[in-house]
Nanobody, 121 residues
Framework: QVQLVESGGGLVQPGGSLRLSCAAS????????MGWYRQAPGKQRELVAV???????TYADSVKGRFTISRDNAKNTVYLEMNSLKPEDTAAYLC???????????????WGQGTQVTVSS
């Protein structure tokens, strides 16, 4: 099994910044895409940002120019730098990844438990 553990969430004022981290552990033969999603109460889960193993990135329009996703392949860790935070960014932020446990097994999606980000004055 691949485990994902997020950290770095918390309470921040509008205009502030936070940096989220997500470390993957377990038996991992190959780590492919890694990404961040978020889910606010009463709303559907939405993609925030994703990064490929080669470093290509995709962002939701609502966070472009404010959030930056990055990864450390040696540590199987993905980061989300969040700047100019707004109250509408308040949500549980979940990390996910596509990973192969062995050369013979198919790639599958794994999810973390999430870390809460609250933007409020």
């Amino acid at each position: 099994q691949v485990q994902l553990v997020e950290s770095g969430g918390g309470l921040v004022q509008p205009g502030g910044s936070l940096r989220l981290s997500c470390a993957a552990s377990g038996v991992i033969f190959r780590m492919d895409d890694m990404g961040w999603y978020r889910q606010a109460p009463g709303k559907q889960r939405e993609l925030v940002a994703v990064i490929t193993s080669g470093g290509s990135t995709t962002y939701a329009d609502s966070v472009k120019g404010r959030f930056t996703i990055s990864r450390d392949n040696a540590k199987n860790t993905v980061y989300l730098e969040m700047n100019s935070l707004k109250p509408e960014d308040t949500a549980a932020y979940l990390c996910n990844c596509n990973a192969k446990k062995t050369i013979a097994t198919p790639s599958r999606v794994y999810w973390g438990q999430g870390t809460q980000v609250t933007v409020s004055s």
